[in-house]
T-cell receptor
Framework: NAGVTQTPKFRVLKTGQSMTLLCAQD?????MYWYRQDPGMGLRLIHY???????AKGEVPDGYNVSRLKKQNFLLGLESAAPSQTSVYFC?????????????FGPGTRLTVL | AQSVTQLDSHVSVSEGTPVLLRCNYS??????LFWYVQHPNKGLQLLLK??????LVKGINGFEAEFKKSETSFHLTKPSAHMSDAAEYFC?????????FGTGTRLQVFP
């Protein structure tokens, strides 16, 4: 199993450009998440999905959109990139079993917006 | 709402000495708590989790954490640090279907 994979690993954008980050998981997990990590701020939840065709806003959703057309994929879109969106983006997936919800993380995408 | 506070942004230890990374939580009910580790330029890996089964939780690589309700703490410890422990550590609390992350503690290990 590859686990959680993210494409691309690195990307540089100019202000105003658009792009899509792809997250894929092969563990048949129901839940998927997108986070951003900034220095000194830990990980903050952007959007998440509790199943195919459903999405919800997290803590910092502004400027991002997501889609979950297939259970194994979760896409994060930036329609008009801004320098404030320079960050490392992590995708995670989990199954809501038992009393905890262990999330498995991808390796991250480092995005720079100039 | 739930939250966690990591009391130290940086901790430095010598190899072979004990490690203590401090975390306090705020929760209106019995929480699920986790410690994750992130090695440089890597994703996050689960170290250990507390789900009310036992207050002392053992994790991977010799780490353990003790849940203390009276102190609202969930500190991470290891008896003897190794160079490979150098990383960033996140204390995390579960809230509904989401995880709330602390701001992280960077652990440096000196030879």
């Amino acid at each position: 199993n590859a686990g959680v994979t993210q494409t691309p690993k690195f990307r540089v954008l100019k202000t105003g450009q658009s792009m899509t980050l792809l997250c894929a998981q092969d563990m048949n997990h129901e839940y998927m998440y997108w986070y951003r990590q900034d220095p000194g701020m830990g990980l903050r939840l952007i959007h998440y999905s509790v199943g195919e065709g459903t999405t919800a806003k997290g803590e910092v959703p502004d400027g991002y959109n997501v889609s979950r057309l297939k259970k194994q994929n979760f896409l994060l879109g930036l329609e008009s990139a801004a320098p404030s969106q320079t960050s490392v983006y992590f995708c995670a997936s989990s199954n809501p079993t038992g009393t905890y919800n262990e999330q498995f993380f991808g390796p991250g995408t480092r995005l720079t917006v100039l | 709402a739930q939250s966690v506070t990591q009391l130290d942004s940086h901790v430095s230890v010598s190899e072979g000495t004990p490690v203590l990374l401090r975390c306090n939580y705020s929760s209106s009910y019995s929480p699920s708590l986790f410690w994750y580790v992130q090695h440089p330029n890597k994703g996050l890996q689960l170290l250990l989790k507390y789900t009310s089964a036992a207050t002392l939780v053992k994790g991977i690589n010799g780490f353990e954490a003790e849940f203390k309700k009276s102190e609202t703490s969930f500190h991470l410890t290891k008896p003897s640090a190794h160079m490979s422990d150098a990383a960033e550590y996140f204390c995390v609390v579960r809230w509904t279907d989401k995880l709330i992350f602390g701001t992280g503690t960077r652990l440096q290990v000196f030879p």
